[in-house]
Nanobody
């Protein structure tokens, strides 16, 4: 079975750091474009960061310089290192996998596979 499982969320103090992980299984992880999305209460889901199969990355302006995404294809794991966290970063964070190229505006619903999400709360 195909699975994407996020982990690493929790409560973080403002200005702190946290790392999210997304473990994939059941599909050729290394060939997929991977994305991080987030959705805060009362707001639309937004693209946060993407990393292609060639490891090229894209970041939303709101997180550029603070967040870094990376992937370990041997471990089939996607990471999101979040630094200098702000209360505005509070959201449910999701990872998604696309068989084709992806970008920040790629519809979350168009992803081939999606995780269940992990909550990040900054206060």
């Amino acid at each position: 079975d195909v699975q994407l499982v996020e982990s690493g969320g929790g409560s973080v103090q403002e200005g702190g750091s946290s790392t999210l992980s997304c473990s994939g299984s059941g599909f050729p992880f290394s060939t997929f474009c991977m994305g991080w999305f987030r959705q805060a209460p009362g707001k639309e889901r937004e693209g946060v960061a993407t990393i292609g199969s060639d490891r090229s990355t894209m970041y939303a302006d709101s997180v550029k310089g603070r967040f870094t995404t990376s992937r370990d294809n041997a471990k089939k794991t996607l990471y999101l290192q979040m630094n200098t966290l702000e209360p505005e970063d509070t959201a449910m964070y999701y990872c998604a996998a696309y068989v084709a190229k992806c970008g920040l505006t790629s519809p979350y619903g168009a992803a081939n596979y999606r995780g269940q999400g992990t909550q990040v709360t900054v206060s």
